[in-house]
């Protein structure tokens, strides 16, 4: 899995770049917030039951033509059965964009890295949250649908999986297969006139 991190940032670090470089773009802004839907997979018998949570955060983005890079700093519920885990994650993804042809609704499909830090973690296993990593990475897949207003704000649905790239615990092999279903509420920031 390592490997496989290791290529997804280089990846992203490598598209970022290019997505500024297309031309004039927008910077845009928004709250996002909702549910986690997460379980632990791996030594727990291939997973545990899933547990509902919340995610709220902040999303700064770049759109550039048909390309939108956006770096997010969220906190997010993730776990499964009765072990809770808490995060603060921060998101880079690079993504296509597809818009109407009036420019009022906009999907993007993205992927890229995210790094976090654990901050809290409660369970009915005993000692399991001793052994909880306080870092983590993963590698978000998502979807987002947004309805673009005459005032340039937006509101929007975000619906994101992350394949977890490190183990949630020190010691015991475990991952976090969460998912996140969240609204956006955001605003355009302003235009580039590029390079």
């Known amino acids: 899995m390592l490997r496989i991190g290791r290529a997804v940032l280089v990846a992203t ?18 709250i996002v917030g909702g549910a ?34 956006a770096l ?8 499964g059965g009765d072990t809770r885990l808490d995060y603060i994650e ?14 009022a609704m906009r999907a993007r499909v993205y992927s890229g890295i995210s790094f976090g830090f654990k ?11 001793d ?19 005459e005032n340039n704000s937006f509101v929007g649905l975000d619906i994101k999986y992350t394949v977890a790239l490190s183990d949630a615990f ?7 297969r969460p998912w996140q279903f969240r609204l956006m509420f955001g605003k355009l920031l302003g235009t580039s006139a590029g390079y």
């Open 72 to 79: 997010e700093g969220d906190w997010v519920q993730k776990g």
């Open 131 to 149: 052994d909880a990593s306080g870092t983590e990475w993963g590698w978000p897949f998502g979807l987002q649908l947004a309805k673009v207003n």
């Open 170 to 176: 020190d010691f015991i092999e475990a991952y976090n």
């Open 90 to 103: 921060f998101p880079l993804t690079v993504g296509a964009v597809a818009v109407t042809g009036s420019g």
């Open 36 to 69: 986690s839907l997460s379980d632990l997979g791996g030594e727990f018998g291939g997973s545990t039951t899933t547990r509902w949570g919340g995610t709220a955060g902040l999303l700064l983005g770049y759109n550039a033509w048909r390309t939108a890079v």
């Open 119 to 129: 901050v809290t973690c409660s369970s009915d296993i005993e000692d399991i949250c």
């Open 13 to 30: 670090l490598a598209l970022a770049p290019a997505a500024w470089a297309q031309g004039p773009g927008s910077t845009f802004g928004a």
